[in-house]
C-alpha cells in the first residue's frame, strides 16, 4: 500500500527572466516502510521535491497524496497537524539546530509546540530519544557549537522522530559529515526503520550511499525524472545515458580496476522557460534531431523500470553502451 504518491508535480520559481522549473512533472508512489532513493546532480531539483512533498514549499501543480489523502491545498491549521506524520531531516546539522537552544530543548521544541504533553512527559521522551539515536543523557544540556557533526545530525534525527511519524524526507543527511561517521548514522536510520516501521524519502548526490539503503531509486536531471526502478535493477541495467554517467563517478577501492569515466560535455540546458526537447540532449552522445525537438515519455523498458529517452521509446529496450 502506497503512503505517499505524487501525480505530476511541479514547482516553479519566478526569476527575472521567467520561471525557473525546479520539479517540473514528477510522479511516483512510495510504500509504506520502503526507501525511495533521490539522486542527481546539483540543482536538480532533489531538495525542492522534498521540501514541497512536506510543504515547506508550496507546488505550483499536480497533486500530492498521504496515506490516500490528498493534501496538495492546505491550510495552516491542516499542515501543522500534517507534521506529526510527515518530517524532515536537513542536510547541515549545525545551521538546522538553533544555537541558543540546548539538545534537550531541540529536540522537545516539536512537542511544546503541539502542547499535548506535560513537562515531566516531555523530557521523559526527550530523554527515550536521546537512547534511541544514540546521545548520551549527560550532553543534554550541551549546545550545538560543542558537539561534533555526527552527535548534532543525530540530534536532528531524534527531532524528526519526536511525534512518531510514519514518513520522513531525509535531505542529503550524510553529505555534512565525515565517512566514518556517514556509516553510523545510515545504520541507524536503518535501524530505525525496522523498527518503528518509517518510510524514507532519502535525498543524495552519492550514488553508493542510495545503493545502500534505497528499495527504489529516482533519478532527477533538471526537475525532472530521467530513470526510476528498484535498486538493484538500477545498478544491474542501467538504461538513461544520465543514470550511466552518474555510475562511471562512484570511486572503486581496487587499485587494479581500471574504471571507465564517462565526461558529459556541452551546455547545460537551461531551466528557466525550457524548450520542448530533452534537457540532457545537449551533453547526451546519442543526441538526435528529434531530441531536440520532442520530449521524450516516460518508457517502461522492463517491469517496474522507466526511462525518459527517445532511444526507448519505439521498442521499449535499447543497448547504450
Same mark, same amino acid.
Given at each position: 500500500?502506497?503512503?505517499? /504518491?505524487?501525480?505530476? @508535480? ?72 500534517? /507534521? ?16 541558543k537552544m540546548t539538545v534537550s530543548q531541540c529536540i522537545a521544541e516539536p512537542l511544546r509546540c503541539f502542547k499535548t504533553m506535560s ?39 531524534? /527531532? ?6 510514519? $514518513? ?23 535501524? @530505525? ?13 552519492? @550514488? ?47 587499485i587494479d580496476y581500471a574504471s571507465e569515466r564517462i565526461l558529459l560535455r556541452g551546455e547545460i540546458s537551461s531551466p ?6 530533452? /534537457? ?25 523500470? $522507466? ?15
Open positions: 500500500m502506497s503512503l505517499v /504518491r505524487v501525480e505530476n @508535480l511541479k514547482k516553479y520559481f519566478k526569476v527575472s527572466g521567467g520561471w525557473l522549473h525546479a520539479v517540473d512533472g514528477v510522479t511516483f508512489s512510495l510504500d509504506e516502510g520502503k526507501t525511495l532513493g533521490v539522486v542527481g546532480e546539483s540543482g536538480c531539483g532533489k531538495s525542492t521535491l522534498g521540501r514541497t512533498i512536506v510543504h515547506l514549499l508550496e507546488s505550483t501543480g499536480g497533486e500530492i497524496f498521504f496515506d490516500e489523502q490528498n493534501i496538495t491545498d492546505l491550510n495552516n491549521k491542516a499542515i501543522k497537524e500534517l /507534521r506529526k506524520d510527515m518530517q524532515i531531516i536537513f542536510q547541515d546539522p549545525f545551521s538546522s539546530l538553533n544555537p513537562n515531566d512527559m516531555i523530557m521523559q521522551k526527550v530523554a527515550e530519544l536521546m537512547d534511541m539515536v544514540g546521545i548520551a543523557r549527560r550532553l543534554a544540556n550541551s549546545y550545538p557549537h560543542e558537539l561534533d557533526g555526527g552527535r548534532r545530525q543525530r540530534i536532528g534525527i531524534a /527531532r524528526a522522530l519526536s511525534l512518531d511519524p510514519k $514518513f520522513i524526507v531525509c535531505d542529503e543527511p550524510v553529505s555534512a559529515l565525515d565517512v566514518s561517521i556517514q556509516a553510523q548514522i545510515l545504520n541507524l536510520m536503518q535501524d @530505525l526503520q525496522e523498527s518503528l516501521g518509517l518510510t524514507y524519502m532519502f535525498i543524495t548526490h552519492d @550514488l553508493s550511499v542510495v545503493k545502500h539503503i534505497s528499495d527504489h531509486i529516482l533519478v532527477m536531471y533538471l526537475g525532472e525524472m530521467v530513470e526510476m526502478c528498484e535498486a538493484k535493477e538500477l545498478f544491474s541495467n542501467t538504461c538513461h545515458p544520465y543514470t550511466k554517467a552518474l555510475l562511471s563517478a562512484i570511486p572503486v577501492p581496487d528557466v522557460n525550457p524548450g520542448p526537447g530533452c /534537457r540532457f540532449a545537449p551533453r547526451c552522445d546519442y543526441a538526435t534531431p528529434a531530441c531536440f525537438e520532442k520530449h521524450p515519455a516516460f518508457t517502461e523498458v522492463t517491469p517496474g523500470h $522507466f526511462v525518459s529517452c527517445h532511444l526507448y521509446e519505439k521498442s521499449g529496450a535499447a543497448t547504450v553502451s
